[in-house]
């Protein structure tokens, strides 16, 4: 299986900057797809940002601009450098990944979540 930690979360102001990461580690065999979700109190979880293996990203209209993401196919890992940012930008993060497993079809994985509150 893939195991995903999240890290980086945390307070900032209102137009204050956080990078998020993300570590997957276990019996992977490759990654595809690795990202960024969230989840606001009240709220349904959420796309943020995506990247395939390739580099191609995708971002949600509400953050593009503002965020960048990117990720080290050697390492397994993924990042998200979150600029300007905004109160509704609270939420917690979840990483995730669609990686190949040895022994196992291709699956969706998921970090525990962190934090991240923007607020004066």
């Known amino acids: 299986q893939v195991q995903l930690v999240e890290s980086g979360g945390g307070l900032v102001q209102p137009g204050g900057s956080l990078r998020l990461s993300c570590a997957a580690s276990g019996s992977i065999f490759s990654i595809y797809t690795m990202g960024w979700y969230r989840q606001a109190p009240g709220k349904q979880r959420e796309l943020v940002a995506r990247?395939?293996?390739?580099?191609?990203?995708n971002y949600a209209d509400s953050v593009k601009g503002r965020f960048t993401i990117s990720r080290d196919n050697a390492k397994n890992t993924v990042n998200l450098r979150m600029n300007s940012l905004k109160p509704e930008d609270t939420a917690v993060y979840y990483c995730?990944?669609?990686?190949?497993?040895?022994?196992?079809?291709?699956?969706?994985?998921w970090g525990p979540g962190t934090q991240v509150t923007v607020s004066s």
């Open positions: 995730y990944a669609e990686a190949l497993v040895a022994g196992q079809e291709m699956g969706n994985y």
């Open positions: 990247i395939t293996r390739a580099g191609t990203t």
